[in-house]
C-alpha cells in the first residue's frame, strides 16, 4: 500500500537551526525537499574525506584477516587509519608495477649469463675496446677483432663479445646491441627486496583490517553528516528565521508532533494535502510477505508514483507462479530455497538483508513446487506420474496454461483500473477490454495452441436469431462496448472517434500481449533440454569426471534460469502488466531525513 502523504511546512528561529534539524533526523520520517535546490552544498573537505573513507573500505575489503597469533591491531584513530590505508595500497601498487618490470629485466638479463660487468667496465676504462653483436652463428668469424666470443645462443640468433686494441669492425649481417646495465643477480635481488617490501605492506593492510569496523562506523558518521549538511544548505534562510518543506505519511505526523514538543524547541509547524501539480515522494508501507519484493525494486530502480496503484502483493505473486514456469525444476528450487530457508536466521545475523532473502526463498520454493508437479528434478524424472511435458498433451496443456494465465493477470489489471476510477459510462468501455481480451485468448488457443481451453471459443451460440461462436460473439460485444464507452459523448463523432482510436492503439497488443506469455513454457522446456544434455554428457564420462561436468552444467543452468527471472518474469509484470494498468513507475522513493547507523 501505498501510505497517503502530508505536506510538511516547518519554520523556526535561525539561531536553533541545528538543534531543530537534529531533532527532526532523531525522528526520521520527514522527507526533506530542498526550498533552494541550487544551494544545496556539502563542503569540500568533507567530501574528499568520504571518498578516501570509501576507497579505503573497498581496498580493506578484499584483504584475508589474520590468525589469532598474528592479531596485532594498528592504533590510532579512523582518520589516520585511512590515511594510512591508502598509503599502503598506493605503495603497493607502485611496488607490483616495479616489479613487473624487474622481471622483464630479469628475463632480458638472465639469458646474458654472468658478464663480469664490473670486469668489462675496467677495459673499456684502459682503453679496449668492447663491442656486443646480435646475428646467426655463421657470420662471427666475419667479425674483425683481438677477441671474439659468444655470449649466449637463444633460438638460432646469438650474441657475441669482440674485445680489440684496435677498431672492431662488425659486419652488416650482425647488430650492434648493448649490453645490460646490471647483472642477473642483481635484478633478483631487487626483486627478493620489493616481494619482502610488498609483503610488510600485505601484513599493516592486514593489521589495519583488524580496525575495518571502526573505519565502516567513520564513513557512517560521516554519511550522516554529508545528509546533514545537504538538508541545512538546502532550507531557506535569512537572519532571524529558516523555513523547511518536506512530506511526512499521514499515520507519522502524530510521532513527528510529539517528538518536536518533546525537544522542546519553538517551531510552527504545518501539514497540509498535496496538491494536483505537486509530487509527493512514495512510501510503500506493506506486511512481510509484499515488501519481499522491494529488493527488486531496488535492483531495477522501480518506484511507482504516488497516485499510482500499489502492486507489489500482485507483483510478487505473479512472479513466484512465472518463476516456476521458467526454472520449471524442482531439483534448482531445492537446492537455492532449502539452504537459505534453514541458515535464514544466521544469514540475516550476517547483515543479508531478510527481504532479498525471502524474495529468493518464495521465488525458488515456487520453481521447486512448480518442478515436483511436473516431476522434473534436475533435468530427470523420479517416478512416472502419467504427466510428459515435452508430449503433445503436455506441451498443449502447458501452453494453454500459460494463455490463460495472461489473461487472467491483464483482465486483473484492468478491474484495478476500474476499481481506482470514478463509476459512469467509461466503465463499460474498461469492461469491454476485459470482454476483448478473453475473445484475444480464445483465438490465441485455437490458433497456437490447437484447441479451446477452459474458454469454449469454437462453441456456437444462437442469439437474437443470429449463431456463432462464443468467440465472435465476444468480440462482437467488447468492440460495441469499446467503441461507443471508450469517451463516452453526445457528440457522436466525437465518441466513435475515441473509440476508434483506442483500437487502433490497444487492440493489436492485446493479441501480442496474451502471446507472450508463452515464453514462460519456451523458457522453462529449454532450460530442461540444457539440464538433459548436461545429463547425457555425465553419463558418457567414467565417475570421477562425471561430478565436476554435472556441478558445472546444472550451475551454468542454475544462473540462466535466474537470468530468465529477470528478464522475462519482470518483464511480464513491468510491460504487459503495467501497460495495461497504466503504470509508468516514475515516482521518486520516500527518503527520511534519518541518521543512519
Wanted: charged letters at 20%; proline letters at 4%.
Amino acid at each position: 500500500m501505498i501510505s497517503k502523504m502530508k505536506k510538511l511546512l516547518l519554520g523556526g528561529k535561525a539561531s536553533e537551526k541545528e538543534k531543530i534539524l537534529e531533532v527532526l533526523r532523531e525522528a526520521g520520517v520527514v522527507h526533506v525537499d530542498a526550498a533552494v535546490p541550487e544551494k544545496v552544498s556539502v563542503p569540500a573537505s568533507l567530501n574528499d574525506e568520504l571518498q578516501k573513507c570509501n576507497r579505503a573500505i573497498m581496498e580493506l575489503s578484499q584483504i584475508e584477516c589474520l590468525s589469532d597469533e598474528d592479531k596485532i591491531e594498528t592504533p590510532g584513530k579512523p582518520k589516520r587509519l585511512i590515511e594510512e590505508t591508502l598509503e599502503h595500497v598506493s605503495a603497493l601498487s607502485k611496488l607490483k608495477d616495479k616489479v613487473i618490470a624487474l622481471k622483464k629485466e630479469f628475463e632480458e638479463t638472465e639469458v646474458w649469463g654472468p658478464l663480469g660487468l664490473k670486469d668489462l667496465n675496467f677495459l673499456k676504462n684502459s682503453g679496449l675496446n668492447i663491442v656486443f653483436s646480435k646475428g646467426s652463428k655463421e657470420h662471427m668469424d666475419e667479425i674483425k677483432s683481438e677477441f671474439v666470443n659468444t655470449v649466449y645462443c637463444k633460438d638460432s640468433v646469438c650474441v657475441f663479445i669482440a674485445i680489440s686494441r684496435s677498431a672492431i669492425e662488425i659486419p652488416e649481417q650482425l647488430t650492434v646491441v648493448e649490453a645490460p646495465k646490471r647483472e642477473a643477480a642483481q635484478v633478483a635481488d631487487e626483486i627478493k627486496a620489493c616481494e619482502k617490501t610488498i609483503s610488510d605492506h600485505r601484513h599493516a593492510l592486514q593489521c589495519l583490517k583488524l580496525r575495518f569496523s571502526d573505519i565502516k562506523a567513520h564513513y557512517t558518521k560521516l554519511i550522516n553528516q554529508k545528509r546533514f549538511a545537504e538538508v541545512e544548505s538546502g532550507v531557506m534562510s535569512d537572519e532571524e528565521v529558516f523555513v523547511l518543506t518536506g512530506w511526512c505519511p499521514e499515520k507519522k505526523t502524530a510521532a513527528l508532533t510529539e517528538a518536536l514538543e518533546k525537544a522542546q524547541v519553538r517551531v510552527a509547524t504545518h501539514f497540509d494535502e498535496a496538491g494536483d501539480d505537486e509530487t509527493p515522494p512514495t512510501y510503500l508501507d506493506n506486511p512481510a510477505y509484499s515488501s519481499s519484493v522491494n529488493p527488486l525494486y531496488e535492483f531495477m530502480g522501480l518506484t511507482p508514483s504516488y497516485n499510482e496503484p500499489d502492486a507489489s502483493f500482485l507483483f510478487l505473486s505473479t512472479l513466484i507462479i512465472f518463476s516456476g514456469f521458467l526454472v520449471a525444476d524442482a531439483g534448482y528450487g531445492a537446492i537455492i530455497a532449502l539452504p537459505l530457508l534453514f541458515g535464514y536466521k544466521k544469514l540475516k545475523e550476517r547483515g543479508i538483508d531478510e527481504k532479498f532473502l525471502r524474495l529468493a526463498i518464495f521465488l525458488f520454493g515456487g520453481a521447486g513446487v512448480y518442478g515436483a508437479i511436473t516431476n522434473s528434478w534436475f533435468g530427470t524424472s523420479l517416478f512416472d506420474t502419467g504427466f510428459y511435458p515435452e508430449s503433445a498433451d503436455g506441451s498443449f496443456l502447458l501452453q494453454a496454461l500459460c494463455f490463460l494465465m495472461g489473461a487472467i493477470h491483464l483482465t486483473i489489471a484492468h478491474v484495478i483500473k476500474i476499481k481506482r476510477r470514478k463509476i459512469d459510462l467509461s466503465v463499460l468501455g474498461e469492461i469491454g477490454w476485459i470482454i476483448f481480451l478473453w475473445a484475444m485468448y480464445a483465438m490465441i488457443c485455437k490458433l497456437v495452441a490447437g484447441r479451446d481451453f477452459v474458454l469454449p471459443g469454437t462453441q456456437e451460440f444462437t442469439i437474437m436469431g443470429t449463431t456463432s461462436t462464443l468467440t465472435v460473439w465476444l468480440f462482437k460485444v467488447s468492440l460495441t462496448m469499446i467503441l461507443f464507452f471508450t469517451a463516452p459523448s453526445f457528440n457522436v463523432f466525437k465518441m466513435l472517434g475515441a473509440g476508434v482510436g483506442s483500437l487502433f492503439t490497444n487492440g493489436s497488443a492485446a493479441f501480442s500481449d496474451i502471446l507472450s506469455y508463452i515464453r514462460l513454457w519456451a523458457v522453462g522446456l529449454a532450460g530442461s533440454k540444457v539440464a538433459v544434455a548436461f545429463n547425457d554428457i555425465g553419463a558418457m564420462l567414467p565417475l570421477y569426471a562425471q561430478i565436476p561436468v554435472l556441478i558445472a552444467g546444472h550451475g551454468l543452468n542454475i544462473i540462466l534460469c535466474v537470468i530468465a527471472i529477470l528478464a522475462h518474469g519482470v518483464r511480464l509484470n513491468l510491460l504487459e502488466f503495467s501497460n495495461h494498468l497504466e503504470l509508468d513507475w516514475a515516482g521518486r522513493e520516500y527518503d527520511p531525513f534519518k541518521k543512519i547507523n
